[in-house]
């Protein structure tokens, strides 16, 4: 898909910029929802050719737990929706806070001490789910990578240092 493809369907994105580190743009929307959850979705592009998109939850909630059920009802509407088995992980950053933390897993997130990721193998592209937080910030993305288009090098022969 080309970015006029996708403006079709979308309307006129929020953010239309060039991106700093990457031979490519992106276009953005504020208010959009996954799973019936408040998100902003982008699109990346190179060479004008799609190659992957992102919802970045905005939800606010007061409990870690949340954040966990949150997650968990985006997975099932994307396992239902792709009709694929996903792959879980979580990730402790130590064996003493999985132990003291067991059964208060919204805590240990909330203070950065779990995080969590899933992830679907489609034929022509993967799909990542993350959870991970800093300094009681969390963070969850919803991404959508195309397996046959690449985003391009940054090309800096020209650049003076």
């Known amino acids: 898909m080309k970015q006029e493809d996708i403006e079709a369907v979308e309307g006129t994105p929020d953010v239309d910029e060039e991106m700093s580190n990457a031979d490519g743009k992106f276009i953005a929307y504020a208010d959009r929802s996954v799973a019936g959850k408040k998100a902003i979705l982008a699109y990346y592009f190179t060479n004008d050719q799609f190659y992957e998109a992102r919802y970045l939850l905005k939800e606010d909630h007061s409990l870690g737990s949340s954040y966990i059920s949150d997650y968990e009802d985006i997975k099932d509407a994307l396992t239902s929706s ?38 679907f193998d489609m034929d022509n592209m ?36």
């Open 82 to 119: 792709l009709g694929e088995t996903p792959r879980d992980y979580t990730k402790w950053d130590t064996d003493s806070h999985e132990d003291y933390y067991s059964g208060r897993e919204g805590d240990a997130l909330s203070y950065g001490y779990l995080s969590y990721a899933t992830w």
């Open 126 to 161: 993967d799909v990542y789910m993350f959870m991970t937080a800093d300094n009681y910030d969390i963070s969850t993305t919803v991404q959508f990578d195309s397996k046959t288009i690449k985003p391009g090098d940054k090309d800096y022969s020209g650049t003076d240092w």
